[in-house]
């Protein structure tokens, strides 16, 4: 049985749990127990959508609800969820850095390496096509949040020890109150979560404003970039729609090893059986790309205008590269102005910090 680390918590509410004595004021005028806990984590309304953003929570065949959502904030952020209680879905997926990290590879439990990088998942609630993770294996959010708690590298934890874990928790309450009932099952777990994650949405950037005839912000540089992305550079074969990504797989030539003629990591054809996928992997979007390099499924290319280059060139040669790749004759001052472009995608309305209360 897993026990519950308090570190997150003050004694004073620890105690105040325990005992279940009501709530009260501590001498500073502070909240204790579980009225500090709601309070730390209250129920708001679903996010305003910012600009750039043209979809809308209603149109979502299951939207979130905001009961969902806090109870997803909580569960994100719990270290609990993991088989040492070391590790939560925000150690790899950090607000500071869109949701992604600035390692290569992410790290798990005992300090396990996997092979891939921890990608950003604002604006998901809207995808064009259902394609979760690099190689597309699961077709939701909530699939998707099954498996790392369950993958031995990342979380390491089985289905029933987290949902065990939570039972003895007072995580009961907001469950009945997120789905009107209290028993707790890994599939609402992944609920709540994947709600919570649908409200990370990421808009008003400058990109956007420009867009919208807002001529106080912007440069040259950038409009310049804008016209090669959607133009010479044709950056938006792949990279397109709200979120700069069709949710699709190609190869860039990405992990190719030129001396044994083989990918490192093969992709989307390890799910998709079709040998035209090998080394080709699910598009990211672009918004708050600058948050969080190094970039690609493998964290290989370590800035923004390497990553340009490396489409300049052409990709790496390898016999499954996308036919939509090839040398781009793009000037230095182009990749910069690419690359300003991009950096003009940077928004807000993703951000958060942890809850520093978690139900005990
Ligand atoms: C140890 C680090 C780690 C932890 C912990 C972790 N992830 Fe991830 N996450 C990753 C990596 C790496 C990938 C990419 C893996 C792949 O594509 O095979 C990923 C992929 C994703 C994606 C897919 C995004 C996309 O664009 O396809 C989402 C969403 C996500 N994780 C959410 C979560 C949630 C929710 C949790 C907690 C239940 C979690 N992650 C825990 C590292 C982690
Ligand atoms: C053929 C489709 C395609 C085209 C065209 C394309 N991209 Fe990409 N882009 C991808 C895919 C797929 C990846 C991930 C590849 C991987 O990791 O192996 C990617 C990755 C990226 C990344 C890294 C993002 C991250 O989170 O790691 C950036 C930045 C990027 N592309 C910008 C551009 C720019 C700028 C252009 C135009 C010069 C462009 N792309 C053209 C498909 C494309």
Redesign the pocket.
Known sequence: MKRVSSTVLGLATLAACASKTPPTETAAGALTGVEALEADNPVKPLPTLPLGISQTFEELSDPPKPETVRLGRWLFFDKRLSKDGTVACATCHRPENAF?ETTPVSTGIGGQKGGR?A??FTNQAWTIYPNFF?DGRADSLEAQAIGPMANPIEMGNSHDAVVATIQQTSYTKYFQQAFGSPEITIQKVAKAIADYERTRVSGNSIADKMADGDETVGNEQIKQGKA??FGK???????LGQNYT?SL????G??WDESKKAFKDE?RSAISKKPEDT????????RD?TK?A??????S?GT?KE??QH??KGGNKNPYL?P??RP?N?TDAEVDA??A??QALDGEGYMDVSPTLFPQ
Do not use: R
């Open positions: 992604s990088k990608p950003s690099w090669l992305f550079a044709e950056c938006n074969q792949c990279h069709d797989f190609h190869n860039l990405i992990g992709g080394g080709a992997f699910k598009t990211p979007g672009l790309v969080h190094p970039y690609m499924h493998d964290g290319i923004l990553v340009v489409y300049n996308s939509k790749i781009l793009l690419v690359v472009f991009m």
